[in-house]
């Protein structure tokens, strides 16, 4: 089992910065691809990114690439998430999700452990 914990969230002006946290209980976190996930309101739920055990490869959604960063720090067991340049169509609640693989993916049935997310909100 992998319990994740999301933090970081919060309230912020278009154009400012966020650095969301995702801290993962278990022995093995090292074993698993992580990605972030967004739902705004009244939306689906969406992928925002992913990156694989070893940091070593990442794969952005459009919608945020040259803003967000994603990385990892496998000695504290905790995936960050860079955001900058915030627009307030990036207010959302931020999920983290462990996938139980090497494999890169966006798709969200493929996640096999979910945060309870962490909120966004971003003021125009």
């Known amino acids: 089992q992998v319990q994740l914990v999301e933090s970081g969230g919060g309230l912020v002006q278009a154009g400012g910065s966020l650095i969301l946290s995702c801290a993962a209980s278990?022995?093995?976190?090292?074993?698993?691809?992580m990605g972030w996930f967004r739902q705004a309101p009244g939306k689906e739920r969406e992928f925002v990114v992913v990156?694989?055990?070893?940091?070593?490869?990442?794969y952005y959604a459009d919608s945020v690439k040259g803003r967000f960063t994603i990385s990892r720090d496998n000695t504290k067991n905790t995936v960050y998430l860079q955001m900058n340049s915030l627009k307030p169509e990036d207010t959302a609640v931020y999920y983290c999700?462990?996938?139980?693989?090497?494999?890169?993916?966006?798709?969200?049935?493929?996640?096999?452990?979910w945060g309870q997310g962490t909120q966004v909100t971003v003021s125009s």
């Open positions: 999700a462990a996938r139980r693989s090497m494999v890169l993916t966006t798709t969200q049935e493929m996640y096999n452990y």
């Open positions: 278990g022995r093995t976190f090292s074993s698993y691809s």
């Open positions: 990156i694989t055990w070893n940091g070593g490869r990442t």
